[in-house]
């Protein structure tokens, strides 16, 4: 008999950033990072992983605005151009360092690392959603979508159309990119607000996640706690809570893995550490200072004294890791199933898939320890995803779930407090300004039918949670701000246009070329 169930969620997303108008711009390493570090890795380890027939399972959320950006060919063009100095910054390392050994194996394991990213990258036609694809078909990868831009559903209130917008254009693009709906949806920043799951059962969503308190807080109380979804009553739409022991051990900056001194130290970079002149090539397009991607010291402790990197160690440390976080949900699960009458608990472990990789360097190699491992412990927790444990299930509790988000407090505090509380009056008035248009224009002509679209393309681009959040982090704080600006003036100067019959084509094209994604877009969705 298994102990319980446990299900890995990945959220991969990305904000959309693209700027053609620059031979460079600084934030689109936000991508470029992601896949050399997290996005290729997770493929390659679990490419491994059926190629050695291991019996593993995922859950993977592919947000519509990365989905648009693996798939532009100006960025991946440009991801090709840093895959190269890449390659050849780690040749030149692995020379550099000939006479310090204690370095000279970490150079090699980047200029390895680099070399198969770019293999890979190629291999996949330079676009990893076909190796999502491939890997789906195993059966063991289950796919989920996102709201369009990763708009904060609760804070979007004000208007159900913008909320329904964001749900079924997510839909869509998902549709588009992977070939069919999704079943599963993760809500931006797990925020559910009561109605969601009205807009989700709509759109054809079958489940979503929320924070552990979505499911405690529900009415009525579920008996089973967090360890069993619940179904929402009028919608029949399910909702999993995650499992805050499975997080702890993750996340956590005192608890969690990724804090071990053998790990790799993120923040100390050959981008600081080294000559100027020898890395300016590879530093930001200002030639500042900064992260290349080149680390070797591990975290070694808090102060800022570090020691070099052991890759080999590492290794063991992850797998040390993977055997610890399996035996401690054997026991949660062993110690919670007591109290659930013959039903198996169910522990969700949702995370970023960013962490996996990029903050956490070796997260790929412990969450492949995990798979590997699991498999050989038959009488431990299952490896599960939410659509194969719905299968399963002979029951499920109903109650309706709790206003809730995640990140700290729990309660939209990261996306509404004195740094970014401004924005809200603006968007929402743009969306009712979105329905006007979708109203007052049901036969435009083809150059106004042009600029509706991209005027809701500019309302969903200013939707993203990602600018409030950095607003509150003060990380990347005025790009964050210009952002929200820029959409904000395009989209007030579309809506003049339209209504003045005097549509400035050049200005438009312009428009259209910069904020490209989402091409099947129909404004009417807000009609």
């Not at 608890?255 to 130290?265: F, Q």
């Not at 898939?353 to 412990?366: C, Q, R, S, V």
Request: glycine content about 8%; overall charge negative.
């Amino acid at each position: 008999m298994r102990l319980g169930h446990l299900a890995f969620v990945l959220h991969a997303h990305l904000p959309f950033v693209r700027h053609p108008e620059h031979p460079e711009f600084l934030e689109e390493d936000w991508l470029f990072e992601a896949l050399t570090e997290t996005y290729l890795p997770l493929i390659q380890m679990l490419e491994d992983l059926e190629r050695d027939s291991v019996d593993w399972h995922l859950t993977m959320s592919v947000t519509p605005t990365l989905a648009a950006m693996l798939s532009d060919p100006l960025l991946q063009d440009r991801y090709q151009t840093r895959l190269k100095r890449l390659v050849e910054l780690a040749g030149k390392e692995l020379e550099r360092t000939r006479w310090e050994p204690e370095f000279h194996h970490v150079a090699r394991m980047y200029l390895e690392r680099f070399t198969q990213c770019q293999a890979l990258y190629e291999r996949l036609g330079r676009n990893p959603i076909a190796g999502l694809k491939k890997l789906k078909k195993s059966g063991r990868l289950e796919l989920i979508g996102c709201a369009a831009t990763h708009g904060y559903l609760p804070l979007l209130s004000p208007s159900r159309k913008a909320q329904v917008a964001q749900v079924e254009i997510g839909c869509r693009e998902f549709e588009r990119h992977f070939g069919f709906r999704p079943k599963g949806m993760w809500l931006p920043e797990c925020g559910y607000t009561p109605g969601a799951d009205q807009i989700l059962q709509e759109c054809g969503v079958d489940y979503f996640f929320v924070d552990t308190h979505g499911i405690l807080l529900a009415e009525p109380k579920p008996r089973f706690g967090a360890y069993a979804p619940i179904r929402c009553p009028e919608t029949n739409v399910v909702a999993f809570g995650r499992d805050q022991e499975s997080s702890r051990q993750v996340w956590s900056k005192v608890e969690g893995y990724p804090g071990d001194p053998w790990y790799r130290d993120f923040y100390r970079d050959v981008g600081y550490d080294l000559d100027y002149e020898y890395i300016r090539p590879y530093l930001n397009p200002f030639g500042e200072r900064g992260a290349v991607g080149v680390k070797y010291y591990r975290i070694t402790g808090a102060g800022d004294t570090k020691l070099p990197y052991d890759p080999g160690m590492a290794r063991v440390r992850a797998a040390e890791h993977a055997a610890n976080f399996l035996f401690n949900r054997e026991k949660q699960a062993e110690w919670v199933a007591g109290s659930m009458d013959g039903v198996a608990p169910l522990l969700l472990a949702p995370y970023d898939a960013e962490l996996f990789g990029h903050w956490w360097y070796e997260g790929p190699i412990w969450l492949e320890e995990v798979f590997r491992q699991a498999a050989l412990r038959p009488q431990g927790v299952v490896l599960t995803t939410p659509s194969r444990y719905l299968e399963s299930a002979a029951h499920v509790q109903v109650a309706s779930p709790s206003f809730s988000s995640w990140g700290d407090g729990g309660y939209s505090s990261f996306w509404l407090n004195g740094t970014n509380d401004w924005i809200y009056p603006h968007l929402h008035e743009m969306a009712w300004r979105m329905e006007e248009l979708a109203r007052d224009f049901p036969e435009p002509t083809a150059l106004v039918r042009r600029a509706l679209n991209q005027a809701a393309r500019e309302l969903l681009l200013g939707q993203s949670s990602d600018w409030a959040f950095s607003m509150t982090t003060g990380a990347h704080a005025e790009y964050a701000v210009a952002r929200i600006r820029s959409h904000v003036v395009a989209f007030l100067d579309l809506d003049r246009q339209i209504r003045s019959g005097d549509v400035n084509t050049d200005w438009l094209a312009d428009l259209e070329s910069r904020n490209n994604l989402f091409p099947d877009i129909d404004y009417q969705i807000y009609s």
